[in-house]
């Protein structure tokens, strides 16, 4: 495994690190100003605004390489607010199997932020299961539209999503893999309702909503009716990679390094005690342990191998991982942490109960850590299903 930055990656480096200087937010600046400007500058470097896109579709066609610098780089800067559904999730599903009219009619208003998607794949019975889903999709006699009925939850902004990419029934005569058909629609229409779910934080980011005789256009399915499995299976272990943060993470456990020095403790700061010293000592083995995981799928993908089972590993891990540093945060903060609203005591400490609710929710979405754990003994170390 060579994992060295040779002179074209630290050059590539240097170039994303200016860039963000550059254009980072300045005090006073309008935010939605700052925010598409940055994009359109991101998208004259050539495709930055859009990383993970391949060139064919106007991404930068970076070598995995740089895509772990670029990672590494985002995860100390600020960037400008985006929503992963539409950039990260159903564009690369159109791209690789839309047809040309769809990836017209929605990649540029996608790539423009114009347009805000949701994901509806889970539903109050098919969640880890999620083949099991019932949400039914019914065609018209003259072929030309479906008829949607059903329920989704947990499902991500749609209180302010326009569009839905949306996994749908359209055959149950089979395995249940089988007859699942993937739709898009729009989300401001009749027989759509949206109703909130606040989470423990008290925040509100899911729904559940419901479908009653929702009209869709055939030409709004991807792909072929009944292969919607096919198709949502590839966004999954994307997905995956993306939610373990390691990059995120190492930066966040530097930061609360710095903060725990603050907390006083008798002559010394909370650094100082051996019990909070010996939890961050063993977080940071475990976070360098992920990333050397990273890097070794990193060094597979350079030499030309399919992303594998690392996902699984990488979303455990790394879920995890973030899971102890909110946790760790409260507890620098102490007391403080609990505050609601205005902030008392250590500065840092606002937010740090919210943000370590919040953070519960990182091991169940995406796939559970229970069922990444069945994908790690299956696929990695070749474990047998039980016959009981
Ligand atoms: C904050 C949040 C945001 C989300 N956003 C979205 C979204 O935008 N769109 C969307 O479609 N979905 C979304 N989800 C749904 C998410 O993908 C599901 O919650 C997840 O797949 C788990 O499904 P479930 O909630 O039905 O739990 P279940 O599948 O019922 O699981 C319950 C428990 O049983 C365990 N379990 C299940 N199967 C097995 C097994 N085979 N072996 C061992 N243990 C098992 C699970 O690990 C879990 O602990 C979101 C969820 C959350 C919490």
């Given at each position: 495994?060579?994992?060295?930055?040779?002179?074209e990656d630290l050059a590539f480096r240097e170039?994303?690190?200016?860039?963000?200087?550059?254009?980072?937010?300045?005090?006073?600046?309008?935010?939605?100003?700052?925010?598409?400007?940055?994009?359109?500058?991101?998208?004259?470097?050539?495709?930055?605004?859009?990383?993970?896109?391949?060139?064919?579709?106007?991404?930068?066609?970076?070598?995995?390489?740089?895509?772990?610098?670029?990672?590494?780089?985002?995860?100390?800067?600020?960037?400008?607010?985006?929503?992963?559904?539409?950039?990260?999730?159903?564009?690369?599903?159109?791209?690789?199997?839309?047809?040309?009219?769809?990836?017209?009619?929605?990649?540029?208003?996608?790539?423009?932020?114009?347009?805000?998607?949701?994901?509806?794949?889970?539903?109050?019975?098919a969640g880890s299961d999620l083949a099991a889903?019932?949400?039914?999709?019914?065609?018209?006699?003259?072929?030309?539209?479906?008829?949607?009925?059903?329920?989704?939850?947990?499902?991500?902004?749609?209180?302010?999503?326009?569009?839905?990419?949306?996994?749908?029934?359209?055959?149950?005569?089979?395995?249940?893999?089988?007859?699942?058909?993937?739709?898009?629609?729009?989300?401001?229409?009749?027989?759509?309702?949206?109703?909130?779910?606040?989470?423990?934080?008290?925040?509100?980011?899911?729904?559940?909503?419901?479908?009653?005789?929702?009209?869709?256009?055939?030409?709004?399915?991807?792909?072929?009716?009944?292969?919607?499995?096919?198709?949502?299976?590839?966004?999954?272990?994307?997905?995956?990679?993306?939610?373990?943060?390691?990059?995120?993470?190492?930066?966040?456990?530097?930061?609360?390094?710095?903060?725990?020095?603050?907390?006083?403790?008798g002559n010394g700061s909370l650094m100082d005690?051996?019990?909070?010293?010996?939890?961050?000592?063993?977080?940071?083995?475990?976070?360098?342990?992920?990333?050397?995981?990273?890097?070794?799928?990193?060094?597979?993908?350079?030499?030309?191998?399919?992303?594998?089972?690392?996902?699984?590993?990488?979303?455990?891990?790394?879920?995890?991982?973030?899971?102890?540093?909110?946790?760790?945060?409260?507890?620098?903060?102490?007391?403080?942490?609990?505050?609601?609203?205005?902030?008392?005591?250590?500065?840092?400490?606002?937010?740090?109960?919210?943000?370590?609710?919040?953070?519960?929710?990182?091991?169940?979405?995406?796939?559970?850590?229970?069922?990444?754990?069945?994908?790690?003994?299956?696929?990695?170390?070749?474990?047998?299903?039980?016959?009981?």
């Amino acid at each position: 495994m060579d994992i060295e930055l040779g002179p074209e990656d630290l050059a590539f480096r240097e170039d994303v690190r200016s860039f963000f200087a550059e254009n980072a937010h300045k005090a006073g600046e309008d935010y939605n100003v700052w925010r598409l400007d940055w994009f359109k500058k991101a998208r004259d470097k050539g495709g930055w605004d859009v990383p993970k896109w391949s060139a064919e579709f106007g991404g930068p066609g970076w070598t995995p390489t740089q895509h772990y610098i670029w990672e590494q780089e985002t995860a100390q800067a600020t960037l400008p607010w985006d929503m992963p559904f539409g950039i990260g999730m159903i564009a690369p599903i159109i791209m690789a199997h839309g047809n040309e009219e769809q990836q017209e009619r929605f990649l540029p208003d996608i790539r423009g932020r114009k347009v805000n998607w949701c994901q509806g794949y889970s539903e109050p019975g098919a969640g880890s299961d999620l083949a099991a889903l019932k949400t039914k999709a019914v065609l018209s006699d003259d072929g030309t539209y479906y008829t949607v009925n059903g329920t989704k939850i947990w499902t991500t902004m749609a209180q302010i999503a326009d569009w839905i990419f949306c996994l749908t029934r359209t055959d149950d005569s089979g395995i249940k893999q089988e007859g699942i058909t993937f739709l898009l629609f729009p989300m401001k229409q009749e027989g759509i309702e949206v109703k909130p779910i606040i989470t423990l934080g008290g925040a509100h980011s899911v729904n559940m909503v419901h479908f009653t005789d929702v009209k869709v256009p055939v030409e709004n399915r991807i792909g072929a009716e009944g292969k919607g499995w096919t198709y949502a299976k590839g966004l999954l272990q994307h997905e995956r990679t993306g939610l373990a943060g390691i990059s995120r993470s190492i930066v966040a456990l530097e930061n609360l390094k710095k903060q725990a020095s603050t907390v006083k403790r008798g002559n010394g700061s909370l650094m100082d005690e051996p019990t909070f010293r010996a939890k961050v000592a063993e977080l940071e083995i475990d976070l360098m342990a992920s990333e050397f995981t990273e890097l070794r799928s990193l060094a597979s993908a350079s030499a030309g191998s399919a992303p594998g089972p690392e996902s699984s590993i990488l979303k455990l891990k790394g879920t995890e991982i973030q899971q102890r540093i909110a946790k760790l945060t409260v507890e620098a903060g102490g007391i403080y942490s609990a505050a609601w609203g205005k902030p008392v005591g250590h500065k840092f400490a606002k937010g740090g109960m919210g943000g370590y609710l919040a953070s519960r929710a990182f091991t169940i979405y995406g796939g559970a850590s229970e069922v990444q754990k069945d994908v790690i003994a299956k696929n990695v170390l070749g474990l047998k299903r039980s016959s009981k």
